[in-house]
């Protein structure tokens, strides 16, 4: 270590050049780094909800559906209907849009003097402009289910033009058009933008806009905090400069690597914040320790301590992270695996490699004697009044806090069994939020925005399937958030009305060949049925965003699906209720799954490297507790576990290795020099535990600042990760170090 | 101001009278086209409907068509088995009535219909009809190219799907060779190509490909067995008929 120490201070110009010069390169890359917030794609590809999801992008049309609102007292007045009809043409008109369907170009069976009339509600060409045309046209729209809270509220003051995307544009920039086209119309009535492109966009706007007030706020508290640790200007820029360098290197290597930011992944900066200027913090706490003439020397002493203890938290925790790599089903979440174990690891390198040299660059020469200012360590701040009666309280009660901290993982334990999974993207708005308000106007309106589909394999010509179709539509409609449905079924159904033939599928093959020759080249067949006609579906919407809501939906689904799928005919399901039922499932497996893998991983690791078994339980233990006790407080006041709190687990488990192996590095070290547990104690409190301390308190109020975010996962990320912070700090600064004593005390029973 | 005024009338009254010129030279052209494509009496044919998919799968069909005049018609498709006998009779006034003989029954069609496309072809009701051009569009002369007049057509209607067609007309046979479809944005979104061949003493348009740009769809239709002027009578095309 002594060599190594000796080395870096001797090549210390080339690594201080050779690291900017790669942060340079690496970062000029992230320009091109794309943020891709779609959802779907965090399953994977062979996921069976995703892969007959995407299969309706490709074979009906798209099944991302974006809606626009137009609400006023009546809609059913011509320069409303003109307004419609301008917003649909526009839709129409813009690249990456595939169908578009509103009440003016909507399909309309009828009878007419005994005729059959198959074309539009609405004549586009010729809007109806009397009071009777306008009277009747409400009448036509209220007296069926294909309008009526479909396309038109059932107190006829809103309507929706729907649209779907082409599969494999940018949605987001398609969403971003279409709302800049429909604002410029500036339209009398008040138009609200929904589903999922128009959210993509708004969470995407919200991100930005939060990165560009809060993070600078973050920064700046955090800066102030290290400031008022250390006292010096290199205490608040080396943690933040080597943070801010692997967060580069590893968001530079995402893009020259092809990778994608998606939702979990784009918070892997705010993670390697909190995680990666721990290393650098204990590297220069140990520095400043180390006082002495020649800063050389110390220099090389505090390397040779502090290489071994901040080397072995590192691995841990990229071991750690890398468990989210083998123990996750989500895309996303082994992505945040492979980049955040990646930037962990860089984040040490940099620790200790960088910041030695770059601080002997600067200082070893310049400041030859800082004796004067030294003050002794007991007679600090925090010293004084915090560390050294904490100690001797920890030393003199251990078995109270043993308790203590027993009662609260009881307590906490009962939490766990009450947390709620939300990965519903409405979820993220606050209420005030346009978007959220346009989401709870289609559900009260409109029986939702949630796109559902049913998928027919089978002759679609066929009475059998035409049947099954409509007697599965029937038994989806009694579900309580399913108002509307939508099939080649029910067109069917209609013509063979109108032929006099009653409002039921006709029971011969031909006859439906027949009337289905009469709805060929209708814009709305492509969306319904395949051109080969071997594969129909139903659409339909879901109006609860409620994750039990949408389990107990796919469970109802399901049940009718076993019973009637058959050979001839075979039935499934998917849209964004599967999706998200698979997806919040699959996120609490890869949860429990990987932080499970994680703490084995770090229990063996740190046994290895300690060479004991023991010490390896005693330094997961900290990290155990935390995490279930933060789990608790998620069930007890009612955070759901989302794409951004399912992280939080993960940094109680990075912090929680480093505040364990430094307590436990220190406290041993000192221990078989002294032999004197309470000496131990309190110089591991003022050595490992300021540092410890100071790491806590800035992140923690660094991540306090996303409590004013307009994302709700961000503030309830921030919340909990200062949480995490103060949980992992609190258990190291406690029950760990009760449980050396105790096992000390023990140890030296034995030996006397 | 007063001279200015004047000079403002005069060119106006010019610009008005050349428009005039103008008008009656492509009301001339486009009345030419009129009695080129619909001056028989009558006219029956083998229709071959060709659908290319804009991935480029094909599908066909088959129709026999009599023709009486500008307005009386009836179309009956014989290809593929499960639409045989499917037929469609169009009178004067936009009456059209519909028979399914897989339900032994005659419906009558709305002419709302008429912006629709026919039976999945790229071809509206509206395109199908022989209604002369004249009486549906006011028509301007756009340009005189070697061999063609580029003629503009405004429907008269507020109804049609169109907000113009640019029709190129062969200068010397008077037939047109190809339509452009503009749609009421104002975008080009149809093309149609023909091709005409000489049967006997009239031009007939024996394929006509019309091109959807934005669907990236295609029909072709394929005239094959034309006769002219063989009599046909009002008795012909009657609902009677059409369930036969």
Request: proline share 3%.
């Amino acid at each position: 270590m002594k060599n190594l120490a000796k080395l870096i201070i001797k090549y210390r110009i080339v690594i201080v050049l050779l690291t900017f010069g790669l942060t340079v390169w690496l970062g000029y890359q992230i320009k091109d780094l794309k943020l891709d917030a779609d959802i779907i794609n965090s399953l994977p590809n062979n996921d069976s909800v995703a892969v007959t999801y995407k299969n309706i992008g490709n074979q009906f049309g798209g099944n991302s559906m974006g809606m626009i609102i137009l609400k006023t007292d009546n809609i059913f007045k011509t320069s409303v209907l003109e307004n419609i009809k301008q917003v649909t043409d526009t839709l129409q008109q813009t690249d990456g849009i595939s169908t578009v369907t509103s009440l003016t170009n909507i399909i309309d069976i009828k009878k007419e003097d005994g005729g059959i009339d198959i074309s539009n509600l609405v004549d586009p060409y010729d809007l109806p402009r009397t009071k009777s045309k306008l009277d009747s046209l409400r009448a036509r729209v209220m007296s069926k289910d294909m309008y009526k809270g479909n396309i038109v509220s059932a107190d006829g003051t809103s309507t929706i033009i729907m649209f779907t995307l082409n599969d494999g544009v940018d949605k987001q920039a398609v969403a971003k058009i279409v709302k800049e086209k429909v604002k410029s119309m500036h339209l009398p009535e008040k138009v609200y933008f929904g589903g999922m492109p128009m959210m993509m966009d708004d969470v995407a706007h919200l991100m930005k806009r939060d990165m560009s007030t809060l993070l600078p706020i973050a920064l700046i508290v955090i800066m102030l905090i290290l400031f008022l640790s250390f006292q010096s200007a290199r205490g608040v820029i080396l943690p933040l400069l080597s943070s801010a360098i692997s967060i580069i290197w590893v968001l530079g290597i995402m893009q020259l690597l092809g990778f994608n930011l998606d939702l979990i992944s784009s918070n892997i900066p705010i993670v390697l914040l909190a995680v990666g200027s721990a290393y650098t913090i204990h590297v220069i706490n140990r520095v400043n320790e180390e006082k002495g003439k020649n800063r050389k020397k110390a220099l090389v002493r505090a390397l040779t301590y502090i290489t071994v203890p901040v080397f072995l938290s590192g691995i841990t925790t990229v071991f750690g992270f890398s468990s989210f790599i083998f123990g996750a089903y989500l895309t996303m979440i082994r992505n945040f695996g492979i980049f955040t174990s990646l930037g962990t690891l860089f984040a040490m390198i940099i620790a200790l490699v960088f910041v030695p040299a770059l601080v002997s660059l600067f200082s070893v020469y310049r400041r030859k004697n800082t004796k004067a200012k030294v003050k002794k360590r007991e007679n600090t701040l925090m010293g004084k009044w915090f560390l050294m009666p904490f100690s001797r309280l920890i030393a003199k009660h251990p078995k109270y806090i043993f308790a203590g901290s027993l009662l609260l993982i009881l307590v906490s334990v009962i939490g766990v069994f009450q947390i709620k999974t939300s990965v519903n993207m409405v979820n993220y708005f606050e209420k005030t939020n346009s978007t959220r308000i346009t989401e709870d106007l289609m559900q009260q309106k409109f029986g939702g925005s949630l796109p559902v589909f049913v998928v027919f394999k089978g002759d679609m010509q066929s009475p059998e399937v035409l049947n099954t179709m409509m007697e599965t539509e029937d038994y989806m409609k009694k579900y309580p958030y399913v108002k509307t449905t939508e099939s080649v079924a029910d067109l069917i159904k209609q013509m063979n009305n109108v032929m006099g033939e009653g409002s039921k599928i006709p029971n011969s093959k031909l006859k439906i060949q027949q009337l289905w020759f009469l709805l060929e080249g209708q814009d709305i067949m492509p969306q319904l049925v395949t051109k080969n006609l071997n594969e129909g579906i139903i659409q339909s919407r879901f109006g609860s965003a409620d994750s039990k809501d949408m389990e107990n939906f796919v469970t109802y689904m399901n049940k009718f699906i076993t019973a009637h799928s058959t050979k001839d005919c075979q039935i499934s399901l998917t849209g964004m209720p599967s999706v998200y039922v698979r997806l919040n499932n699959s996120l609490v497996r890869s949860q429990f799954t990987s932080l499970g893998l994680a703490i084995l991983l770090v229990i063996f690791i740190v046994s290895l490297v300690l060479k004991s078994i023991r010490k390896g339980f005693y330094a997961a233990v900290p990290i155990i507790v935390t995490i279930i006790f933060l789990f608790g407080f998620m069930g007890y006041v009612g955070i759901a576990l989302n794409v951004a709190t399912v992280l939080v687990a993960s940094i109680a488990l990075g912090m929680g290795i480093d505040y364990s192996i430094h307590i436990i590095t220190y406290y041993y070290n000192d221990f078989n020099e002294t032999m004197n547990v309470e000496r131990s104690i309190k110089n591991t409190m003022m050595v490992s535990g300021k540092a410890i301390i100071i790491n806590v308190v800035s992140v923690a109020a660094g991540f306090l600042v996303l409590l004013f975010s307009h994302i709700v996962p961000i503030q309830d990320f921030g919340l909990l990760v200062a949480l995490s912070m103060v949980g992992s700090g609190f258990a190291a600064l406690t029950l760990l170090p009760v449980i050396l004593i105790m096992d000390s005390r023990k140890y030296l029973k034995n030996t006397n | 101001m007063k001279t200015v005024k004047l000079s403002v009338l005069i060119s106006a009254l010019f610009l008005l009278v050349g428009f005039n010129v103008n008008a009656q030279n492509a009301t001339t052209i486009l009345k030419k086209m009129d009695d080129v494509m619909f001056s028989a009496k009558d006219q029956s044919a083998t229709e071959k409907i060709i659908l290319t998919d804009k991935d480029g799968s094909i599908r066909t069909r088959e129709a026999t068509i009599k023709q009486k005049g500008n307005s009386m018609r009836l179309f009956r498709f014989v290809k593929p088995a499960s639409q045989a006998g499917i037929s469609i009779l169009s009178l004067p006034n936009d009456v059209m009535y519909l028979y399914m003989p897989a339900f032994g029954k005659v419906r009558r069609i709305s002419s709302s219909v008429k912006s629709q496309n026919f039976a999945g072809t790229d071809f509206s009701y509206d395109d199908m009809e022989s209604k002369p051009y004249s009486e549906k569009y006011t028509s301007k002369l756009l340009k005189t190219e070697a061999g063609d007049f580029v003629l503009q057509l405004i429907p008269k209607s507020k109804r049609s799907a169109y907000s113009k067609i640019i029709v190129t007309v062969d200068k010397i046979n008077g037939y047109p060779v190809k339509m452009e479809f503009y749609d009421r944005g104002n975008k080009k979104f149809k093309v149609a190509d023909y091709q005409f061949k000489k049967i006997g003493k009239y031009w007939n348009a024996s394929v006509i490909t019309m091109t959807n740009l934005k669907k990236h769809h295609q029909t072709k239709m394929i005239m094959s067995s034309v006769k002219y002027d063989q009599g046909l009578s009002d008795e012909d095309f009657t609902v009677r008929k059409l369930e036969q």
